[in-house]
């Protein structure tokens, strides 16, 4: 059974850092490309960022720069480390199996940017 576990998530200040990580098991995870994405109140999923089985990294362009995704074959996690939150980075962060989002996701961690 495909499990993605997300944690990580609270309540920051602008500013400030979250580091969110997704726990997979349930499928080959070396070998398959990994994601996140969020979904803001009232809206629709966002795909923010994509990690490739190689490890070579797709960010959408209001996070690159400030967001760096990442991953351990060995713990079978992806990472997404958040720097310089803004409040519009508000919602559900979720990890999905696939770059662009598009396969199996967790159930999301609250991700709130509010002083």
């Known amino acids: 059974e495909v499990q993605l576990v997300e944690s990580g998530g609270g309540l920051v200040q602008p500013g400030g850092s979250l580091r969110l990580s997704c726990a997979a098991s349930g499928f080959m995870f070396r070998i398959v490309g990994m994601s996140w994405a969020r979904q803001p109140p009232g809206k629709g999923l966002e795909w923010i960022s994509g990690?490739?089985?190689?490890?070579?990294?797709l960010y959408a362009e209001d996070t690159k720069g400030r967001f760096t995704i990442s991953r351990d074959n060995a713990k079978n996690t992806v990472y997404l480390q958040m720097n310089s939150l803004k409040p519009q980075d508000t919602g559900v962060y979720y990890c999905?199996?696939?770059?662009?989002?598009?396969?199996?996701r967790g159930q999301g961690t609250q991700v709130t940017v509010s002083s």
């Open positions: 990690i490739k089985y190689d490890g070579s990294t």
């Open positions: 999905a199996i696939g770059v662009n989002a598009d396969g199996a």
